[in-house]
């Protein structure tokens, strides 16, 4: 059975910093594009950042980056989303996913995608 496992959300003050995680079981997250999105109340779910673990090409959206950071660590089947300098409006259900077929390369857009995790909540406060 393939599971993504986010963990790490948390509540944090303007301007600090989170790291999340993706962790994958049943699904070797070798050669192939794990995605983060996220989803304000509201809102549509937004595609934040993907990483393509067969060659490490990453690709964000406009209002992230310079501040988040996604990475892989292929001994834990892992995959990481480094968020500095949050704002309020960082502040939503962050997911992991996962498409069905590896060796493509993909954007953020979330039709491609899979297999999701159940989400991990971050809030931002002023």
């Known amino acids: 059975q393939i599971q993504l496992l986010e963990s790490g959300g948390d509540s944090v003050q303007t301007g600090g910093s989170l790291r999340l995680s993706c962790a994958a079981s049943?699904?070797?997250?070798?050669?192939?594009?794990v995605a983060w999105f996220r989803q304000a109340p509201g809102k549509e779910r937004e595609g934040v950042a993907r990483?393509?673990?067969?060659?490490?090409?990453?690709y964000y959206a406009d209002s992230v980056k310079g501040r988040f950071t996604i990475s892989q660590d292929n001994a834990k089947n892992t995959v990481y989303l480094q968020m500095n300098s949050l704002k309020p409006e960082d502040t939503a259900m962050y997911y992991c996913?996962?498409?069905?077929?590896?060796?493509?390369?993909?954007?953020?857009?979330?039709?491609?995608?899979?297999?999701w995790g159940q989400g991990t909540q971050v809030t931002v406060s002023l």
């Open positions: 996913a996962a498409p069905k077929l590896p060796y493509t390369l993909m954007g953020l857009d979330d039709r491609q995608y899979t297999y």
């Open positions: 049943g699904y070797p997250l070798s050669s192939v594009c």
């Open positions: 990483i393509y673990t067969g060659g490490g090409n990453t």
